[in-house]
């Protein structure tokens, strides 16, 4: 099956269930595994496992979980493994989790491995203003924070030269942006030749742009 979808209010159970483009709006029950490309939907899906490329929904709960991208409200699973990132905006609960970005709310994690975690206050967001805040705290730090070189004592090294480019990570966030944005419909508009104290600032405490009066 190309396509499997759930219809709101409904309750539907499979043992196994592997498809290319997974729609959840009501519940859906599979106590072996689920495999698809992407899972989308605002349902509820309990299951044994499972994985697949794109995962966006409000409840998961399964005994593990296998993905590239992750974005859910409410989330429960033992052994949480996602490549990119994942984002949760209510509740994670998990023993393991393993991924290049977090960015959580509320979580109860026994472990963590990944390259960057982002807390948020809890407050209700939509799943596109979660990773809106997500990015938006991500870019802040990054300006923020130097990172500390540590040098080797009592030690003779030369530095490697490399001939390839340093990766611009700044730029490939802020294209990640606009990205999301266009995507979920919205426009980034970029306001050239802006003076510095005019510029708008974002308020870490209420995640909130503060524009300066006119």
Request: proline residues 5%; aromatic residues 6%; negative net charge.
């Amino acid at each position: 099956m190309k396509t499997v979808y759930i219809p709101k209010g409904e309750t539907v159970s499979y043992e196994t269930l592997e498809t290319e483009r997974l729609v959840v709006k009501g519940c859906l029950k599979v106590p072996y595994g689920i495999k698809a490309k992407t899972i989308s939907g605002s349902g509820v899906i309990i299951a044994s496992t499972v994985s697949a490329d794109d995962i966006r929904v409000d409840d998961l709960e399964a005994a593990s979980v296998t993905c590239q991208r992750l974005i859910a409200k409410r989330v429960q699973t033992p052994e949480l493994f996602a490549f990119e990132s994942v984002a949760v905006s209510c509740f994670l609960s998990s023993a393991y989790v393993a991924t290049g970005k977090l960015t959580v709310a509320l979580s109860e994690i026994d472990e963590v491995k990944a390259d960057e975690v982002i807390h948020l206050k809890p407050r209700k967001r939509s799943l596109f203003r979660l990773l809106l805040a997500s990015a938006l705290r991500s870019f802040w730090t990054s300006l923020t924070v130097r990172p500390v070189q540590a040098e080797v004592m009592d030690a003779d090294f030369e530095p490697v030269k490399k001939d390839e480019e340093p990766v611009d990570e700044e730029l490939n966030r802020i294209v990640g942006m606009f990205k999301l944005a266009r995507e979920n419909g919205y426009t980034l508009k970029l306001i050239p030749g802006t003076p510095e104290e005019n510029a708008p600032i974002f308020d870490m405490e209420t995640e909130k742009i503060v524009r300066p009066a006119a």
